[in-house]
């Protein structure tokens, strides 16, 4: 079975274990993948990725770690590059790579809303909390 993980501090309270573990059994793919939260504290980051990050398939990257955890990665996708975060991280045959998936999120949600950003480069953004 491969290993899948959000990575954070806290991660208590997270609803992404929920979440992918949701997804992955409506997929199917329970069978062969399970997806836990690890808490892992800012200074304990380091050690996590040298001694453990391996034993995982893939990771979810949460507060505080989605900048730091760059410096222990072997590679970055042009978007994390481009944001200089990383909110997910890969183990691919050239290591753990680290990708960031927020701003194709960003636009694909303004896309289906009918908001074209074709040759826009700024934009401002306003939410509502109810």
């Known amino acids: 079975m491969k290993r899948l993980c959000l990575v954070g501090d806290p ?55 989605k900048v730091s955890i760059i410096q222990h990665l072997d590679g970055l996708s042009d978007e994390a590059k481009l944001i200089g975060a990383a909110n997910t991280v890969v183990r691919e045959r050239d290591g753990m790579i680290g990708h960031n998936t927020v701003g194709t999120g960003c636009l694909l949600a303004l896309g289906s809303a009918g908001v074209d950003v074709g040759g826009k480069s700024e934009g401002v953004l306003h939410a509502s909390i109810k």
Not at 21 to 42: I, P, T, W
């Open 11 to 65: 991660v208590e309270n997270s609803l992404s274990p929920a979440m992918h573990g949701a997804a992955l059994r409506h997929l199917r793919l329970d069978r062969n993948f399970s997806y836990e939260g690890r808490k892992v504290a800012s200074e304990e980051l380091a050690g996590f990725m040298r001694d453990s990050a391996r034993e995982y398939a893939g990771m979810s990257v949460t507060m505080p770690h």
